[in-house]
């Protein structure tokens, strides 16, 4: 998976950004405010945009349109996504390895040839289109030692590509230069930044409205600085837009979520009122310092940061409530939003989704809300009586139509009853779903008088165990858990004297997918050497987060590069095993495998070791390769 320039900064910014709030009100209203004028032409063409898409981790690639794991474009790609029900597209594009030398910097013709041909499927298609400068922000980080150079360098390029399609319509949007900034401190605001930034906009606009053609009236985007939603950063661009006096021009913002849900962080696990309020006050401020005034805003990317690892770093019904929501109220303020897709959402070889949840939340948020729950999760304890299970529905304005166990529709009044938005499945129902297996039993599906189905997943379960380890070290650390059946939320580290353990030391809790990842086929959590590269040597008091409710202690030692730990599952004279032999899979998995499972082997014997090594070798290999493509986009 590649992961944006950016992310390299974004937990300073993003946590600087959401302390911001505490002192704005709610809604962040701008300076700026008056009378709405939303009914431009303008205003109108960029709403028929809704939806949009990213062709992410190709054309802004580093390499080739291959190199970041896609394959090469098709026009039978951009017929799939039509077919999807996009109405937009915006292309990614990085130039600088395209260019030949100063001073003109001749863009390599086969390249230009290449980006055309997207653009013309993209736009036989019916798609508006956005092209803009991507990764190109990167040597624009010099502007302030070098400005001379970077505003030829940035002329240069934007005087081929406005005179390459001037001739084109207008559904072919220009984008000046995306997420600019002008310091590795994503949080940081100056003076000279944002002089910078307008100079560079100011110039994108005149390129193009001097280029001819189509390009005098064609619409232009322009990026605050790093494409942020804070006040500061949306009134400066309005002065930018305000002084350029043109009426065809269009702000843009990104939008990734409050930082601490985004990326699971700070035991931030649900989509709660304050992810929620994060969302509404950061769209109610583009709307109030542009829309209200008669500047359309696309959301030119949407996601969650969490993404970059992996689509499971926030549990998939919190994912849903967060895509419901965004997609929502970003059309409620008349913003079209784009979503940011590095090739995990849309197969670009099957074209279809790989993950149909996502994508009909978002389909259904253009013509309404969609219903959800507290929780898509349900746990039976496995050792207890079944008994009648009371979840609270948000129906978000509609009706319970039906409640279905794969094709059969349930009883109302009999298997579940609803009371309001407190729905009760009862616990003959229950009963008669119960198995012997742990994990995932079975899938209720409630289907409403509008918008997307909501799922239940039953899971049975028994209370998690963890074991005892010897032999782990500061480059992988493997923390046997037998899972039965629970699913990990997050987990907490602090030193035994006090203060937070690991990276993130502002919270105990720490961050999925960088400071620990549950692996339920091999029953493991494996801690990286991200994790223990911000440890000190000394004793550690672990808490695992369970999503039924469980709480599990654990005490590891660190002590140069060797680190251990005690489980108070066993007793306190029990050998323990090495941290290789724990790697092997001891139980059933919550979840299906996402590759064949390894054979497990009785602690001691060689196999076993070996296995238990392969899969520690593996583990810290595709750490490496994680922490490589750190520098790629998403």
């Known amino acids: ?335 079209p939003a784009m979503l940011w897709d590095n090739g995990q959402h849309f197969d670009r070889n099957a074209f279809a989704w790989k993950n149909p949840e996502f994508y009909a939340v978002m389909k259904a948020g253009l013509t309404g809300r969609s219903s959800n729950a507290d929780s898509d999760l349900i746990f039976l304890r496995q050792d207890e009586p079944v008994a009648d299970t009371t979840i609270h529905l948000n129906l978000n304005g509609n009706t319970l139509k039906a409640v279905k166990s794969g094709d059969r529709e349930l009883s109302a009044g009999t298997d579940y009853v609803l009371d309001g938005e407190q729905l009760t499945l009862k616990a003959d129902l229950l009963k008669s779903l119960v198995t012997d297996q742990l994990g995932e039993i079975a899938a209720l599906t409630c289907t409403f008088s509008a918008g997307a189905d909501w799922t239940f997943h039953l899971l049975s379960y028994k209370t998690p165990t963890t074991r005892s380890v010897e032999g782990g070290s500061r480059e992988l650390f493997v923390l046997p858990v037998q899972f039965n059946g629970d699913k990990l939320a997050t987990m907490e580290t602090a030193y035994a004297d006090g203060g937070n353990a690991g990276p993130d030391d502002w919270t105990p809790y720490k961050e999925f997918g960088k400071s620990f990842s549950p692996d339920y086929d091999n029953n493991l959590i494996q801690m990286p050497k991200a994790f223990f590269e911000q440890v000190k040597d000394g004793e550690i008091r672990v808490k695992l987060h369970f999503w039924s409710g469980a709480v599990l202690d654990y005490t590891m030692t660190v002590s140069g590069d060797a680190v251990s730990g005690v489980s108070p599952d066993e007793p306190a004279s029990q050998p323990s095993p090495s941290a290789t032999a724990v790697a092997s899979p001891t139980a059933q998995a919550s979840e299906a495998p996402s590759s064949e499972p390894t054979k497990s082997e009785e602690p001691g014997s060689s196999l076993y070791v070996w296995i238990g090594i392969g899969l520690a070798v593996l583990a810290a290999a595709a750490l490496t390769a994680i922490a490589y493509r750190k520098k790629a986009r998403k």
Request: proline share 4%; aromatic share 10%.
């Open 1 to 335: 998976m590649k992961i944006r320039w950016k992310r390299l900064g974004s937990a300073l910014l993003a946590i600087g950004l959401s302390l911001s709030l505490l002192v704005q009100p709610l809604g962040g209203k701008s300076a700026y405010a008056e009378p709405a004028k939303t009914d431009t032409k303008l205003q109108q063409a960029v709403e028929a945009m809704q939806p949009g898409w990213n062709l992410g981790n190709t054309f802004e690639a580093s390499g080739d349109e291959t190199s970041w794991g896609n394959p090469t474009v098709t026009k039978e790609l951009i017929q799939a996504l039509k077919a999807q029900g996009y109405r937009s597209i915006r292309i990614p594009i990085t130039w600088n390895h395209r260019l030949g030398a100063a001073p003109d910097y001749p863009i390599q013709a086969d390249f230009m040839k290449r980006i055309q041909e997207v653009v013309d499927w993209s736009m036989d298609a019916g798609l508006a289109v956005i092209i803009n400068v991507h990764h190109d922000s990167q040597w624009m980080l010099n502007m302030e030692t070098e400005r001379e150079t970077v505003i030829a360098k940035y002329t240069a390029v934007w005087k081929q590509i406005a005179a390459h399609f001037k001739n084109y319509p207008s559904t072919l949007l220009f984008e000046s230069v995306n997420e600019p900034r002008f310091s590795d401190d994503w949080n940081k605001d100056e003076p000279i930044y944002f002089e910078m930034l307008d100079q560079l906009n100011t110039t994108f606009q005149k390129i193009v409205r001097a280029s001819g053609g189509k390009n005098a009236t064609r619409p232009l985007i322009l990026d605050p600085l790093t494409a942020n939603h804070s006040q500061a950063r949306l009134d400066e661009l309005y002065k930018t837009i305000q002084k350029l006096n043109d009426p065809n021009l269009i702000a843009t913002i990104h939008y990734y979520g409050l930082y601490s849900f985004s990326v699971n962080v700070a035991g931030s696990t649900v989509f709660d009122e304050a992810a929620k309020n994060d969302v509404t006050q950061a769209f109610d401020r583009a709307y109030d310092t542009f829309v209200a005034k008669g500047i359309p805003v696309i959301i030119g990317e949407f996601g969650l940061l969490g993404f970059d690892k992996s689509v499971d770093t926030v549990e998939r019904g919190e994912i849903l409530k967060y895509l419901e929501y965004v997609t929502y109220y970003a059309k409620e303020k008349k913003m």
